[in-house]
């Protein structure tokens, strides 16, 4: 059974500060790995999505990566910003279960102006 | 192309209620997944419906919980008789493709419907 354990479960960082949340996965056979955004009562918002067979994707200040071996991804945030405070939610879709998602239970960032 | 409808976004049913979640897809999307978040955890997948079919219901309550996905309208969400630990959000997401191996298989989630149980 997958498990996706999220570390720090919450992160408090000055502005500007560069980040790094991680993500450890128990069962390296997956077929991608998404990270998303959650703002309080809200929905989810896709930031970043690696297929199995790519290292990293990048898009403006945020970089992931995905050491799929080691079960691991990071998702880097560089120059935060008070804007980015929320909770940040990493998911792996299985090689052997369609589309399901297994999620961690997230990193709630604060971003101090 | 607006994105994952839900509705309703609250709900405040009383124990022994019905309660009825909708959603519809992204124009394009033949593919949902119901996932529900309980206050202070993860989200757990619950069932993954196209078409009038259901795929993977693996995640679903046994008993009270049933989803539909009809050729015609949203995707269903209904809770029988409804008791305090069915309070948390509910969320729809829908994708163009389902099976590994074919497209990205990227997620896009809705608001949510938050149901409380009195």
């Known amino acids: 059974k997958q498990e996706v354990t999220q570390i720090p479960a919450a992160l408090s960082v000055p502005e500007g500060e560069n980040l790094v949340l991680n993500c450890s996965f128990t069962?390296?056979?997956?077929?991608?790995l998404q990270w998303f955004r959650q703002d309080p009562g809200k929905g989810l918002t896709s930031l970043l999505l690696?297929?199995?067979?790519?290292r990293e994707q990048t898009s403006g200040r945020l970089n992931a990566s995905l050491d799929k071996s080691s079960g691991r991804s990071t998702l880097y945030i560089a120059a935060s910003q008070p804007g980015d405070s929320a909770t940040y939610l990493c998911?792996?879709?299985?090689?052997?279960?369609?589309?399901?998602?297994?999620f961690g239970e997230g990193t709630q960032l604060t971003v101090n102006p | 192309n607006a994105g994952v409808m839900q509705n309703p976004r609250h709900l405040v049913r009383r124990r022994g209620q019905e309660a009825r979640l909708r959603c519809s897809p992204m124009k394009g999307h033949s593919h949902v997944y119901w996932y529900r978040q309980l206050p202070e955890e993860g989200l757990k997948f619950m069932v993954y419906?196209?078409?009038?079919?259901?795929?993977?219901e693996s995640g679903m309550p046994k008993e009270r919980f049933s989803a539909e996905f009809p050729k015609e309208g949203p995707s269903i969400l209904r809770i029988q008789q409804v008791v305090r630990g069915d309070s948390a959000a509910y969320f729809c997401a829908s994708s163009p493709t389902g099976l590994a191996g074919v497209g990205p298989g990227e997620l896009f989630f809705g608001e949510g419907s938050r149901l409380t149980v009195l």
């Open positions: 690696i297929q199995s067979s790519q």
């Open positions: 069962d390296s056979a997956i077929y991608n």
């Open positions: 998911a792996v879709r299985q090689e052997t279960s369609g589309s399901r998602l297994t």
């Open positions: 419906l196209q078409k009038e079919n259901i795929i993977d």
